[in-house]
């Protein structure tokens, strides 16, 4: 794997949110061993969201490929779309060779608790949403 890229959206988790609460994230993870989260606040609500953080850290790329490890054999056996209704989303791109993409899609429902603590571990910055 090249690249992992991460959407999640925890909205309908938190329809109360506060204007300045993270709702949204994006996170990639590059072979390299460059790691980029950029996030949205909740601002006016949805379709209103304001421009929350960024950052960008470098890890080993020896930890980049535990995490890329640890994925492509999670999702190994997980269907393509696991979605529920009333519950945030996430969704991943597992970019290959060639750039051939894996998608997945699923709720952030606590099923992947596991995996989420595994990455955010790893990458040394605060509140990774991931899979919640």
């Excluded at 054999?73 to 997980?78: I, W």
């Excluded at 099923?111 to 991931?130: C, G, K, S, W």
Aim: overall charge neutral.
């Amino acid at each position: 794997m090249r690249k992992l890229k991460l959407y999640t959206n925890i909205e309908k988790m938190s329809p109360d949110a506060a204007a300045n609460e993270e709702v949204e994230q994006r996170l990639s993870i590059m072979n390299t061993g460059k790691v980029v989260l950029t996030s949205s606040l909740y601002g006016e609500g949805y379709g209103k969201y304001r421009k929350g953080r960024k950052e960008e850290v470098m890890i080993d790329p020896a930890v980049v490929e535990e995490i890329f490890q640890e994925v492509e054999n999670f999702f190994a056996s997980q269907p393509v779309y696991n979605i529920i209704p009333g519950f945030g989303m996430w969704e991943m791109s597992m970019v290959g060779e060639h750039n051939r993409a894996k998608q997945y899609f699923g709720a952030t429902s606590g099923v992947y608790n596991d995996l989420t603590q595994f990455i955010a571990r790893r990458i040394p910055i605060a509140n990774l949403m991931v899979f919640k």
